[in-house]
Every structure is written in structure tokens, then in C-alpha cells.
């Protein structure tokens, strides 16, 4: 056991991943109490949070419906967390399909890497806005499929197909970030 706290304690790149690593948890169990936090209902911070959510849902709904209306010509029918597409069961976007928990694993991954003050000052905001435009394209394609295609298809496309693009979205800003712009 010794010669393991030795061989830890001289090895400078295994300490620094072990920071990091420490710093990413942090940050999700800092995410993940505020996040329960903002969710109970009578707090201060609620309120705030149902109004940034409820604002967020529809800055991606908007764009979505636009597309899917203009674009592919549906008719259809939207509010601030709903596109209902004639003939179809609708979509709603519940808080957990926003990507804001993406956004803020993604923003404390970049803080808690190495890198440059001033390259991450403009990459989170970069990373979050493409998180935010993968949401969009998969809602609506979300729609597409359900207009389009049977019930096997449009959950094949809910449950895997846009999961994937959203993580692969994270895990894509967040190599960009690790070779292009983390070095010091």
C-alpha cells in the first residue's frame, strides 16, 4: 500500500487526472444538489426555475415548429412546451429533454480542465449554443419521424438515434476541446 502512495504521489500526470476527475465530480454533485434544489416547489429559486425552463423549452419549440411548419409543411399546432402536428399524438418537451443538465456537465468539464482563460470564456458559450441547436434538429426531427414513420420507429428515434446525437454532440465539443484549445 505504501509503494501504491509513493508511486501516486511522484507521478505528476496521474495527480493531475486525479484533480480533474475530482473537479468534474464536484461539479456534478454541486449540479445535482441544485438541481434538487431548484426543483421543490415552494423554494425561492423555483419559481426562477420553472420561468428560465419554461423559456428555454419554447426557445427550442419556436425554431423547431417553425421548421417543421415552413419547411416540411405540416399544420400544426404549438405553445411553449408542445408541437402537436395534425394526425399525430404531438411531442412535449419535458424539463429532462431540455439538455440543460448537458450544458452544465459540459460547462464544468471545460472549467475544470487545463486551458486558457480566455479560450474558455468563449467555448462554453460555443459548446452550450451547439448542445442547444442538436436539441433543436432532434425535436425536429422527433416531429418528422412521427408524421412520417410508426410508433417503433418514432421511440427507436426518442430513446437511441437522438440520445446518441446529443452525447455524441458533448463528446465531440469536448476532444475538440482537449486537443485544440486545453493546452496552456
Same mark, same amino acid.
Given at each position: 500500500m505504501t509503494r501504491f502512495i509513493e508511486k501516486f504521489s511522484s507521478d505528476k500526470k496521474l495527480i493531475r487526472s486525479a484533480v480533474f476527475i475530482a473537479k468534474v465530480l464536484v461539479v456534478y454533485l454541486v449540479w445535482k444538489m441544485l438541481f434538487l434544489f431548484l426543483n421543490r416547489e415552494g423554494t425561492i429559486l423555483n419559481a426562477y426555475w420553472v420561468r428560465f425552463t419554461d423559456w428555454f423549452a419554447y426557445t427550442t419549440i419556436y425554431p423547431a415548429a417553425l421548421i417543421l411548419q415552413k419547411i416540411f409543411g405540416y399544420e400544426l399546432v404549438y405553445n411553449h412546451r408542445n408541437i402537436i402536428i395534425s394526425g399525430t399524438p404531438g411531442l412535449f418537451l419535458a424539463n429532462h429533454c431540455l439538455g440543460v443538465s448537458v450544458c452544465v456537465i459540459f460547462s464544468g468539464f471545460i472549467l475544470a480542465y487545463k486551458g486558457k482563460?480566455?479560450?474558455? $470564456?468563449? !467555448?462554453?458559450?460555443? #459548446?452550450?449554443?451547439?448542445?442547444?441547436? %442538436?436539441? %433543436?434538429?432532434? $425535436?425536429?426531427? +422527433? #416531429?418528422? %419521424?412521427?408524421?412520417?414513420?410508426?410508433?417503433?420507429?418514432?421511440? @427507436?428515434?426518442?430513446?437511441? %438515434? !437522438? @440520445? @446518441?446525437?446529443?452525447?455524441?454532440?458533448?463528446?465531440? +465539443?469536448?476532444? @475538440?476541446?482537449?486537443?485544440?484549445?486545453?493546452?496552456?
Open positions: 482563460w480566455v479560450h474558455k $470564456l468563449w !467555448y462554453i458559450p460555443f #459548446g452550450v449554443f451547439c448542445i442547444y441547436l %442538436v436539441n %433543436v434538429i432532434r $425535436l425536429t426531427g +422527433l #416531429g418528422f %419521424v412521427q408524421n412520417n414513420y410508426s410508433d417503433y420507429f418514432f421511440e @427507436l428515434a426518442h430513446t437511441r %438515434v !437522438y @440520445l @446518441l446525437m446529443s452525447y455524441g454532440m458533448f463528446f465531440l +465539443l469536448i476532444i @475538440l476541446w482537449m486537443n485544440r484549445f486545453s493546452k496552456k
